[in-house]
């Protein structure tokens, strides 16, 4: 199953949205992913199943505008070869929000994310903004969530691209353990880390089956 949390052009709110068939089907629901995923598998399948059969509104899904698919309210634990941080759970937001004009590299790869299934109950694609000095200025997720079933044992291929010329490449294990026993009810593993990005330049990121973006850095809109 894959899953977004978007804003609705209804209401203006957050709401939860099941993936089918290239549409953004919204769910009838208020409950939030982060609920959703604490249910289980079982009670994640049911409420996908309401969503698609009964959306309370339906959206092209290049047209939504997402958010971080799950709100931490705990420190999330990343890490970047042998670099190890935490990451400010308001420093987290979805690839579709503004990147801070101090961002100067980025660091991307996958995030688990915990549930009634365990720690590693979904996936979603992970960037982690840096500045100059290496300073964590913002933490991209999503823009979609992925349920473990269709991830598990498979190695996700990441590249990263500006203007056409890929910067970066790289494997994330979605079985590595940094990802199924940290901390945390988020916890990301970064292979991927860009050369220095300049305000403006836009980063496409690509993570195979977890799906791709791209973001404009420094964009304020």
Known sequence: ??????????????????LDDGDVMGSPGGASLDELLAGGHR????????AVE?????IVEPEARTCAPVTPSTPVPVRMGEREL??????????????PPEARTACVGVAALAGG????????PACLWLDETGLAVQLSLGPVLTTA????????????SVDEKENGRGLADSGHGWLLSGPGSVR??????????QPGDELFVDAGELGAFEVRV????
């Open 218 to 221: 420094g964009s304020q809109v």
């Open 1 to 18: 199953m894959r899953w977004v949390t978007y804003l609705s052009p209804s209401g203006g709110g957050t709401r939860v949205g099941a």
């Open 86 to 99: 935490q990451v400010h759970p308001e420093l987290v937001w979805g690839v579709d929000d503004p990147v």
């Open 54 to 58: 009964g959306a309370i509104e339906i």
């Open 188 to 197: 990301a593993l970064l292979p991927v880390a860009t050369p220095v990005l």
């Open 149 to 160: 079933d269709e991830v598990v044992g498979r190695t996700v291929e990441l590249s990263t």
């Open 43 to 50: 009670s994640l399948t049911a409420a996908y199943e309401r």
């Open 117 to 124: 299934e365990g720690p590693a109950s979904a996936y979603t």
